[in-house]
């Protein structure tokens, strides 16, 4: 197996959208067996070897969200956004800063699966 040269750093988040917030967050707290780094309404986040789990609020599928949403490292994610869309891919989110400057965006691919990207420069794996 060969890895993909340069263009994608690494898988560093899943996001899984929970129609229940603090069920959930008890449920990964007791599974992980660790509080999250991060716990806002809008977001719970987990250091899980290195990468990121989160909780998103919200109905578990949707036609716009399936219930898991996973997100590639990159250097920019405008610029990944941009290379996505001109290789067929079709704009499910825009690029936009989430906080702290990291940005996330996703495309679908030309088989309708979510393909997200994401530049977090707090990431240090």
Same mark, same amino acid.
């Given at each position: 197996? +060969?890895?993909?040269?340069?263009?994608? =750093? $690494?898988?560093? +988040? %899943?996001?899984?959208?929970? $129609?229940?917030? *603090?069920? &959930?967050?008890?449920?990964? +707290? /007791?599974? =992980?067996?660790?509080?999250?780094? !991060?716990?806002?309404?809008?977001?719970?986040?987990?250091?899980? &070897? #290195?990468?990121?789990?989160? =909780?998103? @609020?919200?109905?578990?599928?949707?036609?716009?969200? @399936?219930?898991?949403? %996973?997100?590639?490292?990159?250097?920019? &994610?405008? *610029?990944?956004?941009?290379?996505?869309?001109?290789?067929? #891919? +079709?704009? =499910?989110?825009?690029?936009? /800063?989430?906080?702290?400057?990291?940005?996330? &965006?996703?495309?679908?691919?030309? !088989?309708? $699966?979510?393909?997200?990207?994401? %530049? $977090?420069?707090?990431?240090?794996?």
């Amino acid at each position: 197996m +060969t890895d993909t040269p340069g263009r994608f =750093l $690494n898988l560093q +988040t %899943c996001i899984y959208r929970v $129609n229940d917030l *603090a069920k &959930a967050k008890a449920w990964y +707290t /007791d599974v =992980l067996g660790a509080p999250p780094y !991060f716990d806002e309404p809008f977001y719970v986040g987990f250091s899980v &070897a #290195g990468f990121e789990l989160g =909780l998103m @609020p919200g109905e578990t599928q949707s036609a716009e969200h @399936p219930g898991v949403s %996973c997100y590639w490292g990159v250097a920019d &994610a405008t *610029a990944e956004h941009t290379r996505l869309l001109s290789l067929g #891919g +079709t704009a =499910l989110e825009e690029p936009h /800063d989430v906080g702290e400057g990291i940005v996330v &965006a996703a495309v679908r691919d030309p !088989f309708g $699966n979510p393909f997200g990207v994401i %530049c $977090n420069p707090h990431f240090t794996k």
